[in-house]
């Protein structure tokens, strides 16, 4: 144990030394609403709508921001797509932030849900009293090609290309702006809750808001925020891949480190017993992670550990 407890220091030393974070943002992908699939492939998540009837749900990739980042710390915004079938609109993916306006650490709603086609936010649990919790920014506009279908995989800029809006608050009706990012954080907050201070706990790149994405299929190969790259390949979930990088290696062993003989924290290192651990992070744990150790589902998705997301 304490040899354990001694490796545990030495790599948490070179891992520091080494600029190393355990910070940990993560891809999710699905859909709401009827007729939008998200589906896994090779080289990114294919995101699609049906062909327009007023109805169409949507269907998102979604980066999910640990600890969340302050509206005015973000600086640079993009994500990497393959636009296979243009939409209706020729509008690129939407981008959402979505914003803890209310500052209790939670997102009370998110903002794709509200904007699925044909969603009443009263279905979804939005009553008068409770939806003036958390807002969202959103961003869309038609940047150079997206009308068509791209022939390769593109980089869009979320920030400079695009133009926000924001619901009102009772999220029955569209916001007072529509003006490029670098204009309204901060220049024109706070609105409805939101101010630059204010902490973004996931974005959606989305398909289908509106009949501007019916008929459109994308596929997302990656997000990138502030100069950091998060691969939407990783669609697998590894017993011990802490991280969520799709591999058992050293960085989620420091994060299993950090935990050792306490209770949980974020991301848990309590990875049994099954399925959601006994609230400590002792021995059972190392040794789970031990058994997949540099296992790479990425390279190797067909090893038994991998499991689909
Ligand atoms: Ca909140
Ligand atoms: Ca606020
Ligand atoms: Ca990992
Ligand atoms: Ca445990």
């Known amino acids: ?5 001694a490796i545990c220091a030495a790599i948490a030393v070179i891992l520091t030394v080494n600029g190393v974070s355990s910070a940990v943002n993560k891809i999710s992908y699905g859909t709401v609403g009827t007729g939008a699939t998200a589906t896994v492939t090779p080289v990114g998540v294919e995101l699609s709508t049906a062909i327009g009837t ?12 640990d600890g969340g ?3 005015n710390a973000i600086t640079s915004l993009s994500y990497t797509s393959k636009i296979t079938t243009a939409g209706a609109g020729g509008f690129a993916l939407e981008v959402v932030l979505n914003t803890d306006a209310d500052g209790d650490a939670t997102l009370e709603g998110t903002g794709i849900d509200w904007m699925a086609q044909n969603h009443n936010p009263a279905t979804l ?3 008068a009293s409770s939806n003036r919790g958390d807002n969202f920014l959103s961003g869309d506009n038609n940047p150079p090609g ?7 995989f593109v ?5 400079g290309n695009y133009y926000y809006w924001n619901a009102n608050d009772a999220r029955n009706g569209f916001g007072n702006f529509w003006s490029p990012f670098s204009t309204i ?17 996931s974005i959606d790149f989305v398909v289908g808001t509106s009949g501007n994405f019916d008929g459109m299929k994308a596929i997302v190969s990656s997000v990138e925020l502030n ?3 998060y691969a939407a390949t990783c669609l697998f979930v590894i017993a011990g891949d802490l991280n969520d990088d799709c591999r058992v290696d050293f960085m989620d062993l420091k994060v299993l480190c950090e935990q050792w003989l306490q209770p949980p924290g974020l991301p848990s290192a309590d990875i049994t017993p099954s399925p959601s651990g006994d609230g400590r992070v002792n021995f059972q744990d190392f040794a789970v992670m031990a058994a997949n150790w540099l296992i790479d589902c990425d390279t190797n998705p067909s090893d038994p550990a991998c499991v689909p997301k």
């Open 155 to 159: 980089t869009r800029d979320a920030l």
């Open 125 to 127: 649990g939005y009553v």
């Open 146 to 152: 997206a009308g068509t279908p791209d022939l390769t």
């Open 185 to 201: 954080v901060p220049g024109m907050l706070p609105v409805n809750d939101i101010d630059g201070t204010d902490l973004v706990y």
């Open 69 to 71: 980042i302050a509206l």
């Open 54 to 65: 007023g109805t169409a749900g949507s269907a998102y990739v979604r980066l999910n921001i």
């Open 227 to 229: 100069g950091t790259s």
């Open 1 to 5: 144990m304490k040899k354990l407890i």
